[in-house]
Nanobody, 118 residues
């Protein structure tokens, strides 16, 4: 019923930039928050950045000053600058969505691969 679709992943050299996008669609009454998580090979999934409806943001310490999150209605973006090899991971879009029965549910995209390498 609800689907999150990411785009923008790919191969980039260290120091380069990349912009990820995610669009939420389906049976949506409201979206309480959207953000990005990532999972590198052999590691647990971790928070990258999230943004709530009030404009509050939360960034992982490892990306502060390099990444920025923005949102307009049902779309969330992640601008990634000064990329490092350790940023290589599958990036997952996240959204907390309220349906028309007032139920709040966490949804996840299928992920988009970001590879930072020379």
């Amino acid at each position: 019923q609800v689907q999150l679709v990411e785009s923008g992943g790919g191969l980039v050299q260290p120091g380069g930039s990349l912009r990820l996008s995610c669009v939420a669609s389906g049976s949506i009454f409201s979206i309480n928050g959207m953000g990005w998580y990532r999972q590198a090979p052999g590691k647990e999934r971790e928070l990258v950045a999230v943004k709530g409806n009030g404009g509050s943001t939360n960034y992982a310490d490892s990306v502060k000053g390099r990444f920025s999150i923005s949102r307009e209605r049902n779309t969330v973006y992640l601008q990634m600058n000064s990329l490092k090899p350790e940023d290589t991971a599958v990036y997952f879009c996240y959204a907390r969505i309220v349906d028309y029965s007032a139920r709040g549910t966490d949804y996840w995209g299928k992920g988009t691969l970001v590879t930072v390498s020379s």
